[in-house]
């Protein structure tokens, strides 16, 4: 076969057979290619009697769709034959996800171990040369940042603790009499954030899992304040009744963002249980939002729904754990992370559905299928998706003045991808991507200080990091 063709899965099988195989269903995608077409392609994906799937040369078009049309009706003119009837819809779309990250898993540096901070070393972009310095060392994998007016930075860690840390002092104690989380997997001690009127009313919000009856858990959201190194006043501002517990513990969310007038916006996710994204009646899958006292406005827009949680905001939300307001249009950005593959940046609107599990860029971390559809009517698809997955969590538009060509461009913390990311916006549009840096473990959250500064959270292990100008 001479021609170069845009996938070319030929079967042991042949077509005829093909034509009256009962299509499989909630099979391993790897285990499907390694069955059928691993003879063909390799084993690798490198090539063999057909042609590469993983050197981009894409005969018959290499979007998704081009590939989705490619396996299910064949290239008989290229020797491929169709196998709509042997691989369901389902399977066909994970397939395609598959050859996308093998292609990306094939071509990436193995990891290495994360490098220590050193203030010495320029880093380069195509914008702004910078310099990383240590702010806090030895902390336990922390979530959420927030900086008080007083210019200490108040840090969550997900193992539960909570610390005020001044720049240039060591790493304090923790506050005492916090809640004690359930830290169990994706669950902890997750966001923090200080009311727009800190100064007058001192009021801190919490985002934790909250244990119910083994093994059950949930996502609840508190407020207090911090007396003499205590956590006193405690107020419970969201919970779900102990019916919409879940046993399961990935998927809690939590990020937090106030907006103008006051208004607290707070994510939680679908909690392992994909149908529950769907569901009105139930808080998980969703993005909040909520009066500062927990209080649900009036002009949410399932207020009047029978049935529904009146403080969802959003649904169809696979698991969001990053928000930010756009500094010149206003409007709510989002990340969310995917299962395996299919991570994505929206843009929160009221009432909207985002279309978990019923559409996604994804496939099942087992390499089973969960959807045949990447979009359908009515469900909002997103502004970027990633795959291989690369775990989006915090996200921040950069407002300062100290990395001038960045202004307004959004920066992703990556966990799988272990980086920093940014991203030119015009409009509604990614027109740009880089990688700020990368190799200092999973970075989780990234936030603007009020100095003009870009102040990270990293992973494994934990620190915090800011970044600074360079000549």
């Not at 149908?275 to 827009?301: F, M, Y």
Request: net charge neutral; hydrophobic share 40%.
């Amino acid at each position: 076969m001479t021609a170069r063709i845009a996938i070319v899965i030929l079967l042991a099988a042949s077509p005829a057979d093909a034509q009256t195989t009962s299509p499989p269903q909630g099979r391993d995608v790897s285990r499907v290619y390694a069955d059928i077409c691993a003879a063909c392609h390799g084993p690798r994906l490198e090539g063999g009697k057909a042609q590469s799937l993983v050197d981009d040369t894409w005969v018959f078009g290499g979007t998704d769709a081009d590939l989705q049309r490619t396996i299910a009706d064949g290239r008989l003119e290229a020797g491929m034959p169709a196998f709509r009837s042997l691989l369901g819809e389902p399977e066909i779309r994970a397939m395609v996800y598959y050859l996308r990250e093998a292609r990306v898993t094939l071509r990436a540096t193995p990891p290495r171990k994360p490098s220590p901070v050193d203030s010495a070393i320029v880093h380069d972009t195509t914008a702004h040369r910078f310099r990383m310095e240590l702010v806090a060392d030895g902390l336990s994998a922390p979530w959420g940042m927030a900086f008080l007016p007083d210019g200490r930075l108040i840090v969550s860690e997900r193992h539960g603790a909570l610390r005020l840390i001044e720049m240039g002092k060591p790493v304090p104690a923790p506050i005492s009499g916090t809640p004690r989380p359930w830290v169990m997997q994706d669950g902890g001690l997750m966001d923090v954030a200080l009311h727009p009127k800190f100064e007058e009313n001192g009021w801190i919000y919490l985002a934790y899992s909250e244990p119910g009856q083994p093994p059950t858990s949930t996502t609840k959201v508190v407020r207090g304040r911090i007396r003499d190194g205590q956590w006193v006043d405690q107020q419970t501002i969201h919970q779900a009744p102990a019916t919409l517990y879940v046993a399961d513990n990935t998927h809690f969310g939590a990020r937090f963002l106030f907006d103008a007038t006051g208004h607290l916006f707070f994510s939680i996710g679908d909690r392992g249980t994909m149908p529950d994204a769907q569901s009105l009646a139930t808080p998980n899958g969703k993005i909040h939002r909520v009066l500062e006292d927990g209080t649900v406005p009036a002009d949410n827009p399932f207020v009047s729904t029978a049935g529904a949680v009146g403080s969802i905001w959003s649904y169809g939300n696979r698991n969001p754990q990053g928000l930010a307001w756009h500094p010149v249009t206003g409007a709510l950005w989002s990340s969310e992370h995917g299962p395996r593959g299919g991570d994505e940046i929206n843009v929160i609107e009221k009432g909207q559905n985002f279309g978990w599990p019923t559409v996604t860029y994804g496939i099942n971390y087992d390499g089973s299928p969960i959807s045949a559809r990447t979009e359908a009517q009515g469900l909002v698809s997103p502004i970027v998706s990633w795959t291989p997955s690369v775990a989006p969590s915090g996200i921040a538009f950069y407002t300062g003045d100290r990395f001038p060509r960045w202004k307004n461009d959004l920066f992703v913390a990556l966990l799988a991808g272990q980086s920093l990311r940014r991203l030119k916006i015009e409009g509604r549009a990614v027109t740009e991507q880089e990688t700020i840096f990368s190799g200092y473990g999973r970075v989780r959250h990234v936030i603007n200080g009020p100095d003009g500064l870009i102040y990270v959270a990293l992973n494994d292990p934990g620190r915090i990091v800011r970044l600074v100008p360079a000549q």
